[in-house]
């Protein structure tokens, strides 16, 4: 089970802001909860938080987990203090109108809505059609204009509004669970390292930008030139109506978490996990992925310097890429175990080459 620690640190972690480029909230969050157990913690110039256990080993495992959001970027403001914007992301345009958010401006966080003419006013063509975000905006309630462009400034970033809650004894509901959730199951799996005293070195990096072009992990994996690499992200729950699992696998909330066996996936990794799993009884859900290759940090990652073998993660998760996105603490905790136990099981002499040294 999860400590009450580690859910307090995951409440205050998902209640951060950060959309891509603009991570700095979560990345303070994540950084101060890693200096209280981890060897060495940093965060470099492109935002990310590298929290390090045993930094001298040669033998190096870089776990990454993106804590960047989805969300918005203010382009212009109106006379009348309207605020016009632009996605950061894969935003859902059939989600945003009527979406509570927060302008991340430089005096804090100030709350608006998103607007679109009513329903009553609009044509049969307009209702039937998603609006685009040129023809949006963000209504802050202030009456002046004027007041609304001392506050705002072109460029600030925009968040969905915080909403994490617990649903029932094993679910979450929360924006961002893209992938923060990630983010807490790599510095989980180091916390969990820690005690015991393992042969090889640990980076467990909260990375920046994966939603924008898996730009954070390229950056801090060069840096850390590790040869083994974990990526925990999430992956599409398909147990809700109108999902073809012919095509995107069948996977189920609480079922275990996905594992995933395609190009970005060392075979020989995937294997010595699986083989954790199934020697403790990990529950775990395989698919190969809605493409051959890329969409994670994963495919950066294994194509750092010389190469590194890669193995995805990825936790169950309804609703991706929308303000109310669900996961299950169960398929978390098993992440947690089987990446753990899997590393712990490292003697710092494995290579991973397919066909030689593995099947």
């Not at 935003?91 to 005096?107: A, F, R, S, Y």
């Amino acid at each position: 089970m999860l400590s009450d620690t580690s859910l307090y640190f995951l409440e205050r972690f998902m209640n951060t802001n950060g959309p891509s480029g603009f991570e700095f909230e979560a990345a303070a969050c994540y950084r101060q909860y890693a200096e209280t157990f981890a060897h060495a913690v940093s965060t470099d110039v492109m935002g990310n938080t590298i929290a390090v256990l045993n930094p001298d080993a040669p033998f190096k495992v870089m776990l990454a987990g993106h804590y960047d959001e989805i969300g918005f970027q203010v382009t212009y403001i109106t006379d009348e203090g309207f605020v016009c914007f632009r996605p950061v992301g894969g935003v859902d345009k059939n989600t945003v109108p009527g979406m509570e958010v927060n302008i991340l401006t430089q005096n804090g966080p100030l709350p608006g809505v998103i607007g679109r003419k009513a329903i009553h006013l609009q044509s049969q063509k307009e209702r039937d059609t998603p609006s685009e975000f040129k023809d949006l905006w963000i209504d802050t309630g202030i009456e002046d204009g004027a007041k609304v462009k001392e506050l705002v400034m072109v460029g600030d970033a925009v968040s969905f509004r915080t909403n994490y809650h617990r649903a029932g004894e094993n679910r979450i509901i929360s924006k961002s669970l893209d992938d923060k959730i990630g983010a807490f199951v790599v510095i989980e799996v180091l916390k969990k390292l820690v005690p015991m005293n393992i042969p090889v070195g640990v980076y467990a990096v909260g990375t920046t930008q994966e939603e924008i072009g898996t730009r954070g992990v390229k950056t801090s994996s060069y840096g850390i030139d590790a040869q083994v690499g974990f990526c925990v992200d999430v992956g599409h729950a398909t147990d809700v109506p109108g999902t073809d699992k012919k095509t995107a696998g069948d996977v189920k909330l609480g079922g275990g978490p996905i594992l995933t066996r395609n190009a970005d996936n060392n075979p020989v990794l995937v294997g010595k996990m699986m083989e954790e799993a199934k020697k403790n009884s990990f529950p775990f859900q395989l698919v190969c992925g809605g493409r051959p290759t890329g969409g994670t940090d994963t495919a950066s990652m294994q194509l750092a310097r010389a190469g590194m073998a890669t193995a995805l993660v990825s936790i169950p998760n309804r609703y991706m890429h929308t303000p109310v996105e669900i996961c299950d603490l169960r398929d978390v905790e098993n992440a947690i175990n089987i990446i753990a136990g899997t590393i712990a099981s490292f003697t710092g002499r494995e290579t991973f080459i397919p066909g030689i040294d593995g099947k």
